[in-house]
């Protein structure tokens, strides 16, 4: 507590570390002062909840003042008496006072002589925690296992399945609520699974990496690949590139989300003619390195010096849209940062897995008819407003913008995937479509080191239907058609709570999957 120094205090903080060395002016318009010793002085931040402790702070100051005043005409003797009083007593009721606010969790701190108590801002409203939860991977052996998971998770609304079980050997992820770990351990004992426990306070990763997140005022020119944004600065940021590079960049939207919000995208068209690249992110909500790799690629092609990357912005047209999901993203950032669907109302509750929901053998696998579960594909095909301004887009514009790749960003496991995501059958350009993929595998091998894996969505990750890349693929027509699931690792720590460190080394890497696909399918006549 000595010179410009500031620290917190807590319930655990000693007495004689309140004696503030120094006094310090008053301002009277947004504190309460109260004087215990003579030495010590204590602003009390007159915010929510504060009031009566500031009075008893007021009160207390008061007492003494008066006390001190009347004894002081006496001898020096009684003064000595009454300082140390003062000192003792006075500090000693204050004290309570301060531990008992910073056990409450109210912020305290000390610096330039003077205790600062503020209760800070108060919590955003109807937020999900997830204290003490703990991320659990398991190992199916057996087909009872199996089976038994399948039943857990139709009952359970406490567990969070990373995907379903499926198969012997299969390793799956489950979030689970704090009060089940105990009735979960006993089942892995109980049923003899093998298991790691990857994090035990789910929680903890959240609030990092809402720290991480820059608020939402802030100037978009501001924007940068070392934090998350909210939707609107994201906008903001693309409004800002517009007008800085008029010759190229042209801001679309694509139309309005369930509630409202625009879902926007940019195009950078070097020439007319030139053959497109459509790439869409964020559709799932949670996965925030999607919008955050969508909004690098577009920087590159924007601003790289590297010979290759500039040669791919002049010879071909590219449309992204960095989130399709406005509403389930802004979700995120405001109530629950795990949540995944789209926002419709659906009775008691709410939201469209909309990579559930295009109509391409909609519902048939891997997805559910149950509005509470995570895979729900809605009540028809192509039901929500986020699919279908996806749909009537690329409808419009497969044509006349010449969109021959479609790439969906999202994450996490490390794959880069292409159809069927329904069925087992190859498309019928699988051995090309396999082939650009290991070739984007092995890039990313030899840039970072990653290991990422390259096959058809039903064989690499698991069946599902409703998906846009398989509508875009087999209706509109586009060739080569790409699922990447970015960083981390199948069995990560932080699931999609990937932190910002993270943010340009996965962003790079999935720019160089796209320009070593598009080289590739460049070489044999993709475009032509």
Same mark, same amino acid.
């Given at each position: 507590?000595?010179?410009?120094?500031?620290?917190?205090?807590?319930?655990?903080?000693?007495?004689?570390?309140?004696?503030?060395?120094?006094?310090?002016?008053?301002?009277?318009?947004?504190?309460?002062?109260?004087?215990?010793?003579?030495?010590?002085?204590?602003?009390?931040?007159?915010?929510?909840?504060?009031?009566?402790?500031?009075?008893?702070?007021?009160?207390?100051?008061?007492?003494?003042?008066?006390?001190?005043?009347?004894?002081?005409?006496?001898?020096?003797?009684?003064?000595?008496?009454?300082?140390?009083?003062?000192?003792?007593? /006075?500090?000693?009721?204050?004290?309570?006072?301060? #531990?008992?606010?910073?056990?409450?969790?109210?912020?305290?701190?000390? /610096?330039?002589?003077?205790?600062?108590?503020?209760? /800070?801002?108060?919590?955003?409203?109807?937020?999900?925690? !997830?204290?003490?939860?703990?991320?659990?991977?398991?190992?199916? &052996?057996?087909?009872?296992?199996?089976?038994?998971?399948?039943?857990?998770?139709?009952?359970?609304?406490?567990?969070?399945?990373?995907?379903?079980?499926?198969?012997?050997?299969?390793? #799956?992820?489950?979030?689970?609520?704090?009060?089940?770990?105990?009735?979960?351990?006993?089942?892995?004992?109980?049923?003899?699974?093998?298991?790691?426990?990857?994090?035990?306070?789910?929680?903890?990763?959240?609030?990092?990496?809402?720290?991480?997140?820059?608020?939402?005022?802030?100037?978009?020119?501001?924007?940068?690949?070392?934090?998350?944004?909210?939707? =609107?600065?994201?906008?903001?940021?693309? &409004?800002?590139?517009?007008?800085? !590079?008029?010759?190229?960049?042209?801001? #679309?939207?694509?139309? =309005?989300?369930?509630?409202?919000?625009?879902?926007?995208?940019?195009?950078?068209?070097?020439?007319?003619?030139?053959?497109?690249?459509?790439?869409?992110?964020?559709?799932?909500?949670?996965?925030?390195?999607?919008?955050?790799?969508?909004?690098?690629?577009?920087?590159?092609?924007?601003?790289?010096?590297?010979? /290759?990357?500039?040669?791919?912005?002049?010879?071909?047209?590219?449309?992204?849209?960095?989130?399709?999901?406005?509403?389930?993203?802004?979700?995120?950032?405001?109530?629950?940062?795990?949540?995944?669907?789209?926002?419709?109302?659906?009775?008691?509750?709410?939201?469209?897995?909309?990579?559930?929901? !295009?109509?391409?053998?909609?519902?048939?696998?891997?997805?559910?008819?149950?509005?509470?579960?995570?895979?729900?594909?809605?009540?028809?095909?192509?039901?929500?407003?986020?699919?279908?301004?996806?749909?009537?887009?690329?409808?419009?514009?497969?044509?006349?913008?010449?969109? =021959?790749?479609?790439?969906?960003?999202?994450?996490?496991?490390?794959?880069?995937?292409?159809? !069927?995501?329904?069925?087992?059958?190859?498309?019928?350009?699988?051995?090309?479509?396999?082939?650009?993929?290991? =070739?984007?595998?092995?890039?990313?091998?030899?840039?970072?080191?990653?290991?990422?894996?390259?096959?058809?969505?039903?064989?690499?990750?698991?069946?599902?239907?409703?998906?846009?890349?398989?509508?875009?693929?087999?209706?509109?027509?586009?060739?080569?058609?790409?699922?990447?699931?970015?960083?981390?690792?199948? &069995?990560?720590? &932080?699931?999609?709570? #990937?932190?910002?460190?993270?943010?340009?080394?996965?962003?790079?890497?999935?720019?160089?999957?796209?320009?070593?696909?598009?080289?590739?399918?460049?070489?044999?006549?993709?475009?032509?």
């Amino acid at each position: 507590m000595r010179g410009n120094s500031t620290r917190r205090l807590t319930a655990s903080t000693a007495v004689t570390d309140l004696v503030c060395p120094h006094p310090h002016p008053l301002n009277r318009k947004h504190t309460y002062i109260c004087f215990l010793p003579a030495r010590c002085k204590v602003l009390i931040t007159n915010t929510l909840g504060l009031e009566p402790l500031a009075r008893s702070c007021l009160h207390i100051h008061t007492l003494f003042g008066e006390l001190v005043y009347g004894l002081r005409r006496g001898n020096g003797d009684r003064n000595n008496i009454i300082n140390m009083l003062t000192s003792q007593v /006075g500090a000693r009721l204050l004290v309570i006072t301060i #531990l008992t606010m910073a056990a409450s969790g109210i912020k305290l701190e000390c /610096g330039d002589g003077i205790c600062l108590i503020d209760a /800070g801002s108060p919590p955003p409203p109807d937020q999900a925690r !997830y204290d003490h939860y703990r991320i659990y991977n398991v190992q199916f &052996d057996n087909q009872e296992q199996i089976e038994l998971f399948q039943k857990l998770e139709d009952q359970s609304d406490s567990l969070t399945f990373i995907g379903h079980a499926r198969e012997i050997g299969q390793k #799956l992820s489950i979030l689970v609520a704090a009060h089940r770990v105990s009735d979960f351990a006993d089942l892995l004992k109980t049923y003899k699974l093998k298991h790691r426990v990857l994090t035990y306070n789910f929680q903890e990763k959240i609030d990092r990496n809402m720290g991480e997140v820059l608020p939402e005022s802030i100037d978009a020119t501001q924007y940068d690949w070392q934090h998350f944004f909210h939707l =609107k600065t994201i906008y903001g940021w693309m &409004d800002v590139m517009a007008k800085m !590079y008029p010759d190229l960049w042209t801001v #679309l939207d694509m139309g =309005k989300s369930t509630q409202g919000h625009a879902i926007k995208g940019i195009k950078l068209a070097s020439k007319p003619d030139n053959k497109a690249i459509f790439i869409a992110s964020g559709i799932h909500a949670r996965e925030w390195i999607a919008p955050a790799t969508a909004t690098y690629i577009i920087n590159e092609l924007l601003t790289s010096q590297d010979a /290759g990357v500039q040669k791919l912005a002049n010879n071909f047209n590219w449309i992204i849209f960095p989130c399709v999901n406005p509403d389930g993203y802004k979700y995120t950032f405001e109530h629950d940062r795990m949540w995944r669907k789209n926002r419709q109302l659906f009775g008691t509750c709410r939201g469209v897995d909309l990579n559930r929901n !295009y109509p391409d053998h909609w519902n048939s696998t891997g997805s559910s008819s149950d509005p509470t579960r995570y895979d729900f594909a809605g009540p028809s095909a192509g039901s929500e407003l986020e699919t279908q301004c996806l749909l009537q887009f690329i409808r419009s514009n497969v044509q006349k913008e010449q969109i =021959k790749t479609y790439i969906a960003l999202h994450s996490y496991s490390q794959m880069l995937m292409f159809p !069927y995501g329904y069925t087992k059958e190859r498309v019928s350009n699988y051995d090309d479509l396999q082939e650009f993929g290991k =070739k984007a595998a092995a890039a990313i091998k030899a840039e970072s080191g990653r290991d990422y894996v390259s096959g058809s969505l039903y064989e690499t990750i698991y069946p599902s239907s409703g998906g846009s890349m398989d509508w875009a693929h087999e209706e509109a027509g586009i060739p080569s058609a790409y699922t990447f699931e970015l960083r981390g690792p199948p &069995d990560s720590q &932080d699931l999609f709570i #990937l932190p910002a460190v993270e943010i340009q080394p996965t962003a790079s890497e999935a720019f160089t999957a796209i320009r070593t696909i598009v080289e590739a399918a460049d070489e044999k006549g993709y475009y032509d």
